[in-house]
């Protein structure tokens, strides 16, 4: 398996708007930005799985990351849910 230099390059820069996002949650001043910043978290790691799947041939990536999406938008949900109010 031969990944190209363009492969590597795009997954140093998710590597680095991870950490900014990760920064972003610790050192957020307020709930929302918090959540928004888990949510860009986890879109960058399905994005990565996508990625890493069309790279190496491997559609066992892409149904992780089909499954990981679907449990990352319904957990916004339940934040955004609780960060309303609504959590009775």
């Known amino acids: ?16 708007f991870i950490i900014i996002s990760v920064l972003r949650l610790f050192l957020g001043p307020t709930a929302p930005d918090r959540a928004v910043a888990l949510d860009t978290i986890n879109t960058l790691v399905v994005a990565s799985m996508v990625g890493l799947g069309a790279a190496t041939w491997e559609t066992l990536f892409i149904d992780i990351a089909i499954v990981y999406a679907i449990l990352s938008f319904v957990t916004t949900l339940f934040i955004a849910k609780y960060l309303e109010g609504g959590g009775d």
Request: charge should be negative.
């Open 1 to 16: 398996m031969n990944l190209s230099f363009e492969f590597y390059l795009i997954v140093g820069a998710f590597i680095i």
